[in-house]
Antibody, heavy 121, light 107 residues
Framework: EVQLVESGGGLVQPGRSLRLSCAAS????????MHWVRQAPGKGLEWVSG????????DYADSVKGRFTISRDNAKNSLYVQMNSLRVEDTAWYYC??????????????WGPGTLVTVSP | DIQMTQSPSSLSASVGDRVTITCRAS??????LAWYQQRPGKVPRLLIY???TLQSGVPSRFGGSGSGTEFTLTVSSLQPQDVATYYC?????????FGGGTKVELK
């Protein structure tokens, strides 16, 4: 069974850092691009960042560029995002997502259950 | 960046009704468009990619069409389990962008 499980969410103060992890199983992790998408409570979906299968291509939404860093470890079937200088507006559910192919520019076919990040004084 | 505009933002329909949701892109994206369904309290799931290709396991009452800048998601006969918010997403170029969502409720 294809599965993605996020961890690392929680309550953090503005300006602090948090690292989210995603453990993948049930598919050849190294063959697919991976992404983080977030959803503020009661709001719509926002793509945050994506990384190609071999980490050669990485991109970010303007809202997180310079503050967030995505990475992956294909040997550990894991995806990460390091979130620095967190802001109140970063409060959201963060979903780990499998892309349909090796490249970032594709649809998302598997979503994890999400982990909640709350940024509050 | 490409802007994706969905309409309507919400709709109410009866079981068995045909439901149509529109998604417009601010510039041409060929058929690089996906549709997702998010049921209340659940995680989004992929319904359609490449504008009209049904993802495995998705009921055939869902259909997608369009190319360029205008796209449509159609539910041929609305069922109670179709109550959800539907999002379109372009993957023509990065940053990847979603539409604002269309909430579908039962009348």
């Amino acid at each position: 069974e294809v599965q993605l499980v996020e961890s690392g969410g929680g309550l953090v103060q503005p300006g602090r850092s948090l690292r989210l992890s995603c453990a993948a199983s049930g598919f050849n992790f190294e063959d697919y691009a991976m992404h983080w998408v977030r959803q503020a409570p009661g709001k719509g979906l926002e793509w945050v960042s994506g990384i190609s299968s071999n980490s050669a291509t990485i991109d970010y939404a303007d809202s997180v560029k310079g503050r967030f860093t995505i990475s992956r470890d294909n040997a550990k079937n894991s995806l990460y995002v390091q979130m620095n200088s967190l802001r109140v507006e970063d409060t959201a559910w963060y979903y780990c997502i499998k892309g349909r192919s090796v490249v970032i520019i594709d649809a998302f076919d598997i979503w994890g259950p999400g982990t909640l990040v709350t940024v509050s004084p | 960046d490409i802007q994706m505009t969905q309409s309507p933002s919400s709709l109410s329909a009866s079981v068995g009704d045909r439901v149509t949701i529109t998604c417009r892109a601010s510039q041409g994206i060929s058929t690089y468009l996906a549709w997702y369904q998010q049921r209340p309290g659940k995680v989004p799931r992929l319904l359609i990619y490449a504008a009209s290709t049904l993802q495995s396991g998705v009921p055939s009452r869902f259909g997608g069409s369009g190319s360029g800048t205008e796209f449509t998601l159609t539910v041929s006969s609305l069922q109670p389990q179709d109550v959800a918010t539907y999002y379109c997403q372009e993957y023509n170029s990065d940053p990847l962008t979603f539409g604002g969502g269309t909430k579908v409720e039962l009348k």
